[in-house]
């Protein structure tokens, strides 16, 4: 250690701030150095709860809510659940008058057993099975989500009762050349494969084609991208109407708002992305003639992504020669801790007082690479507490995920609440 290190580890540090961009408004520095989420110091939930833990703040998670209630007034908005499928988080967002968007049978069951109505659930069916589909509709969820002729033919099959069906179109829009997911994309583009589905559904008695719903991609901060997906989609609704004479009343654009992962990124204005809505809506509507679609918004992140935060313990600290420092931490990609968010982690359980460095950060299991070039105090040791903001969506893994779940905790007002528990270690598991 030099004497300039010895100086500024000594020194008073004046608190640094935690960028609310991309951590919960509730969270800040106590006195002596450690981050508190939600009137909780992280430090005393890793060490109630253990690590790796993600800790979601109720009241970001509901203000978050209630932005896009204020930004989309006349908008139903949806809830993805894919981004963290809790039940009482499914409590929270409906009583801040959001839907539910669900993606399996898993997904279904917790929103159905959290006490919500089946008619705000919306069902995609993508990637889901025969069994899924004939749940759904005993279910009598409000709308189900098509995006195959194999599901269009299931639903006819299963269906006793008229279910109401939106039909996933691909826009085809080229967002900086990001590509589609090519297992989740729909198999009707706008066009003729659109309208070969449409004829389908309208063929089947009990499915009643209600409108359309489009995903663009994911993490998209340019508004224009949805006001492109909006022409497209009522031009599409036009020519339904020329064809059959139906008039689609629904229009779901999805969720794929991209959230700040790191203080400076892009992320999706919400006022903007109104503005650029009711233009489209305006300017296609009139084009087309067309009386103005319900519009519904599906976010998963842009709901849940800040409130999160991942604790992870540090394991080892290694300085290689030429200065590389590689920090081992109780997590890894396999166990639930997604890199996107790594890059802002910072240690939550005292103050950093001295010079950082750039390490990488690899998870215990493998010795996985889960990030590098991390900015991370010299001084870092075995038992220290890393904090990764902006956590919240995509990292508890959702029902179909083969990776190993993290528990959640809730805080809120100073109290901590567990949400999901720790998934069985080995040794629960080891049927003996
Ligand atoms: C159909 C659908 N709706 C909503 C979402 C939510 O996306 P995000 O969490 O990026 O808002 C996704 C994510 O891929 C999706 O496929």
């Known amino acids: 250690m030099t004497l300039l290190d010895l100086f ?17 408004r509730d969270s800040h520095y106590d006195e002596s150095g450690r981050i508190v989420v939600g009137g909780v ?3 005393d939930i890793a060490e109630r709860y253990g690590t790796a833990t993600t800790v979601l703040d109720e009241h970001e998670v509901r203000g978050r809510c209630r932005a896009y209630r204020k930004a ?26 959001l839907s539910v968007a669900v ?16 008619k705000r659930i919306i069902m995609h069916g993508n990637r889901e099975s025969f069994d899924a589909l004939v749940t759904a509709v005993d279910c009598r969820v409000g709308r189900i989500v098509a995006g195959s002729l194999a599901e269009i033919n299931l639903l006819a099959a299963v269906a006793t009762h008229p279910q109401r069906v939106l039909l996933r179109l691909s826009a085809d829009i080229d967002v900086d050349g990001q590509p589609t997911d090519i297992a989740r994309r729909p198999d009707f583009p706008v066009g003729a494969a659109a309208a070969a589905a449409v004829g389908q559904v309208l063929s089947k008695p009990m499915l009643d084609l209600i409108g359309f719903h489009c995903q663009v991609v994911s993490k998209i901060y340019n508004p224009d991208y949805y006001g492109e997906a909006i022409r497209r989609m009522v031009a599409e609704m036009a020519q339904v109407r020329h064809d059959h004479g139906r008039i ?11 959230v700040a992962y790191r203080s400076g990124d892009a992320e999706m204005n919400l006022t903007e992305l109104a503005a650029i809505l009711e233009d489209a809506l305006d300017a296609a509507c009139a084009r087309q003639r067309f009386p103005r679609p319900n519009i519904a918004l599906e976010p998963g ?27 081992i931490v109780d997590s890894g990609a396999r166990a639930g801790t997604r890199p996107a968010a790594l890059a802002a982690t910072v240690l939550a359980n005292r103050r950093a007082a001295g010079p950082h460095r750039t390490a990488t950060v690899a998870g215990r299991a493998g010795n996985e690479i889960l990030a590098t070039d991390i900015r991370l105090p010299a001084d870092l040791r075995p038992g ?18 083969d990776t190993a779940r993290l528990p959640v905790i809730a805080v809120d007002s100073g109290r901590c609440v567990e949400l999901v528990r720790r998934e069985p270690d080995m040794l629960d598991r080891d049927a003996g």
């Open 8 to 24: 500024s580890s000594t020194r008073s540090v004046p608190a640094a701030r935690l960028d609310t961009a991309i951590w919960p």
């Open 41 to 43: 110091a992280l430090a």
């Open 72 to 97: 989309f007034p006349e908008t139903e908005i949806v809830y993805a659940g894919q981004a963290l499928l809790v039940r009482t988080v499914v409590n929270w967002v409906t009583d801040e008058g």
């Open 103 to 118: 993606h399996s049978s898993d997904e279904l069951d917790v929103a159905l057993t959290a006490g919500i109505d089946p």
């Open 248 to 258: 689609l009343t629904d229009l779901d654009l999805g969720g794929g708002h991209a």
């Open 301 to 327: 992140r842009g709901i849940v992504a800040r409130a999160g935060v991942t604790l992870l313990r540090v394991c080892s600290v290694k300085h290689h020669d030429g200065g590389h420092t590689c920090v």
């Open 384 to 401: 220290d507490l890393l904090a990764v903001p902006c956590s919240g969506a995509y990292q508890h893994g959702h029902a179909l995920s």
